[in-house]
């Protein structure tokens, strides 16, 4: 059955309705996911006991676009469940139903590959994918690097400013008519949490941004996008396309955040005032 927005709005609201709110209690994982069909596609389902993962997660992928970062989520949808309770979810598309990330997926026309262990973890992380870049270059019979190195850069940028905190074995590349795309399949709940225990495998740090600017200087451009993200309009976005309200002391406490990520690398990208001076030996 087609519904119009207003009646979408209103499904999203009953939905929005029975789950408790925007904080997050630490003490109770309430994450559940589950695999689904959509028109013949496995897609993965998310489902969270609060209201803060949500809105995490449509930031993130807000933030993504801003940064013209493909992933392979997709939408928030409502559902009815058994219970005829409403059912609020992430939906996206599945690239491991098999559950092997170190292959090739679905041979034939798609083929999804992971970048395992090549990410971020080193300095030189962008030369130590050239390896990889080959393995894919046989495989599309194209050089793939140069797209590989502009998104990994506009990748860079965003979990910077997010703070990324998933696995790299959640990266992968998608192949397509002879040419590759990078589809990252983040968990965008834990982007906004400054919390050190957090898994930390992607995160970019500022000495590392520092690094890249160094390297690359067509990096300058996505520093830029960083600085010039208005989070306040991000939020705004994701107010207008999935009907939710956030309350204003939820909007300061990202605006607050993205604003220290800013500083942050503002400091570090500065020119020293004075020449480095070595400590003498005694």
């Known amino acids: 059955m087609q519904m119009n927005s207003d009646e ?28 689904i069909f959509v028109n013949g596609k496995s897609m993965y389902l998310k489902t969270f006991g609060h209201l803060k993962p949500y809105l995490d997660e449509l930031i993130g992928l807000e933030v993504a676009k801003y940064f013209e970062l493909p992933t392979i989520h997709q939408r928030l949808v409502c559902y009815e469940a058994i219970d005829q309770s409403i059912e609020l979810g ?25 970048l395992h262990g090549t990410v971020y973890y080193e300095e030189s992380a962008m030369e130590n994918t050239r390896e990889w870049v080959e393995r894919i270059s046989k495989i599309t019979f194209h050089n793939c690097f140069p ?12 979990s910077f400013t997010t703070k990324e905190v998933d696995r790299s074995s959640n990266l992968f590349y998608t192949i397509e008519n002879k040419s590759a795309q990078l589809f990252p399949l983040f968990d965008f709940e834990d982007c906004f949490n400054d919390d050190s225990e957090l898994y930390d ?23 830029q996008k960083v600085f010039d993200l208005d989070m306040y309009q991000i939020l705004k976005q994701v107010e207008e396309t999935y009907f939710l309200q956030i309350p204003e002391e939820t909007k300061d406490a990202y605006f607050e955040y993205v604003a220290s990520r800013k500083e942050k690398l503002k400091k570090e990208l500065a020119p020293r005032t004075a020449p480095f001076q070595k400590r003498p030996i005694r």
């Open 8 to 35: 979408i709005k209103t499904y999203i609201q009953k939905g929005i309705s029975q789950i408790p709110d925007y904080q997050i209690d630490p003490f109770f994982d309430s994450t559940f996911t589950k695999h």
């Open 201 to 223: 495998a992607l995160c970019v740090n500022a000495k590392r941004m520092k690094y890249l600017a160094s390297a690359y200087p067509e990096f300058q451009y996505q520093i």
């Open 90 to 114: 992430l939906v996206s598309e599945d690239l491991d139903p098999y559950g092997d990330r170190m292959k090739l997926k679905v041979r034939g026309r798609n083929q999804h590959v992971s």
């Open 147 to 158: 797209l590989l190195k502009e998104q990994l850069l506009k990748l860079a940028a965003f």
